[in-house]
């Protein structure tokens, strides 16, 4: 085997092909690939800690929810026993208003009661009165004297 002149020189031109090539074709394109392969693993990360966050953000909103509905609950409570001490207070209100009424009431009909009875105590009097003024003058017959004093009665009992 011989060397010869163009052989060396193919080698040579090999060799400087196989530089050029590596210095300008294959470094920026094993860059390129890194790049997006940093860039591909980026992502990755990303939607990784994009799963997380959403994750902890349902975590949260759940408990979130729980506060809301235990505060709704708390709420509700709340009111119904405002609503139920408005209710009682009304209520006895409402009974002490009607205890007064009636009180009120029974004063009334005690008071024309009493009023009633002193009239007709005037008008007994008077009636009384009458009746002994009439049996004076009449004689003093027993039979006489009770039928006068059934007629003034009749009589006086009839205008009451």
């Not at 009661?113 to 009165?129: G, H, K, P, W, Y």
């Amino acid at each position: 085997m011989s060397l010869d002149l163009t052989f060396i020189g193919q080698i040579v031109v090999f060799l400087t092909l196989v530089y050029l090539m590596r210095k300008h074709l294959y470094g920026p394109m094993a860059e390129l690939m890194d790049a997006r392969s940093k860039k591909i693993a980026d992502g990755l990360a990303a939607a990784d800690a994009g799963k997380e966050a959403l994750a902890n953000a349902e975590l949260e909103i759940a408990d979130q929810l729980k506060e809301a509905r235990a505060k709704a609950v708390e709420i509700i409570a709340a009111s119904e026993k405002r609503a139920a001490e408005l209710l009682e207070e009304a209520v006895g209100k409402a009974r002490n208003d009607a205890q007064g009424i009636v009180d009120s009431a029974r004063e009334e009909v005690t008071a024309e009661l009493n009023r009633a009875r002193q009239t007709l105590r005037s008008e007994v009097a008077d009636i009384a009165m009458m009746a002994a003024e009439r049996v004076v003058e009449a004689e003093l017959d027993a039979s006489r004297h009770a039928a006068l004093v059934d007629g003034i009665v009749s009589k006086g009992f009839g205008n009451a």
